[in-house]
């Protein structure tokens, strides 16, 4: 709990969690074009685990709130 609260001025200051979250989409989908692309088993896997904790950190704001 200590840690998320040390993240307050990244998720309140609405600009930068908003650019913040705007490369999380972008690596997002830089994780499908991957997926899209490979043949690889474990290359697949990876890009699914990464997108998993992408997609995780974007609900990094309502953790760090609910934690308040």
Not at 20 to 43: A, P, W
Request: hydrophobic share 30%.
């Amino acid at each position: 709990k200590e840690h998320l609260k040390k993240l307050n001025q990244l998720v309140s200051n609405h600009k930068v969690w908003e650019q913040f979250n705007n490369y999380l989409n972008y690596l997002i989908t830089e994780q499908h074009r991957i997926m899209e692309q490979t043949d690889s088993v474990s290359i697949l896997n990876r890009s699914q685990g990464s997108i998993m904790t992408l997609r995780k950190l974007t609900k990094l704001r309502d953790e760090v709130n609910n934690v308040q």
